[in-house]
């Protein structure tokens, strides 16, 4: 059973601050995938990495695949209150069941203005 | 529309009774799946579907749960003898390849 540990459970900063969220895994993933969800809402998907070692940037986030395919990390800089809500990471399957990812359990940002 | 839509919304179900869950995904998507999240916790996969066939049902939590569908469009995730442990909020994605577009759920009470 493939499992992704996603730290921290919950953040609450101020607003102009930065913070990283980290997605960890025992198991190797063909890509990973990071969502936003908000309330009464489905997740929407940020960015998808596929490539060991990848970096992608989406604004003011910041988003890298480990090396080794078992771990991802998400960077926002200067918060603001828009991007309060739910960040999910979630891999995909190594091989024939790459369709079914396997979700964390999130991190809930709170930016404070 | 152009996104996943799901209906309905809300459900409030009577413990023991059936309850139908409707999806419907992106035109032209091939892929859909069907997810449950419970509250405060990540969506986990129940099932897969490839046009109409169904590829994969090794998450759906017991033989209650059955999801079809018939004409490679439209699904249902169909709940039979709701029990509590089933309230929780079920999400429709569907994907042209391997990115999901999640439609916004139905969330399941059952009291």
């Known amino acids: 059973t493939q499992l992704l540990e996603q730290s921290p459970q919950f953040l609450s900063i101020q607003e102009g601050e930065n913070l990283t969220v980290y997605c960890n895994s025992s198991s190797v993933f063909s890509s990973l995938q990071w969502y936003r969800q908000e309330p009464g809402e489905g997740p929407v998907l940020l960015v998808t990495?596929?490539?060991?070692?990848e970096v992608k940037k989406l604004k003011r986030l910041t988003f890298q695949f480990g090396d080794a395919r078992k771990d991802s990390s998400l960077h926002i800089t200067a918060a603001q209150p828009g991007d309060t809500g739910l960040y999910l990471c979630?891999?995909?399957?190594?091989?024939?069941?790459?369709?079914?990812?396997?979700f964390g359990k999130g991190t809930l940002l709170t930016v404070n203005p | 529309g152009a996104g996943v839509s799901q209906s309905p919304r809300y459900k409030v179900a009577k413990r023991g009774q059936d309850v139908a869950l409707r999806c419907d995904p992106i035109?032209?998507?091939?892929?859909l799946f069907w997810y449950q999240q419970a509250l405060g916790q990540g969506p986990e996969f129940l099932t897969y579907?490839?046009?109409?066939?169904?590829?994969?049902k090794s998450g759906l939590p017991s033989d209650r749960f059955f999801a079809e569908r018939p004409e490679g469009s439209v699904s249902t995730l169909k709940i039979q003898r709701t029990q509590q442990e089933d309230s929780a909020v079920y999400l429709c994605?569907?994907?042209?390849?391997?990115?999901?577009?999640f439609g916004q759920g139905t969330r399941l009470t059952v009291v």
């Open positions: 579907f490839q046009n109409e066939a169904q590829l994969d």
């Open positions: 994605a569907s994907s042209p390849r391997t990115e999901a577009f």
């Open positions: 990495v596929v490539t060991g070692g």
């Open positions: 979630a891999g995909a399957g190594d091989g024939g069941s790459n369709y079914k990812l396997t």
């Open positions: 035109s032209g998507h091939v892929s």
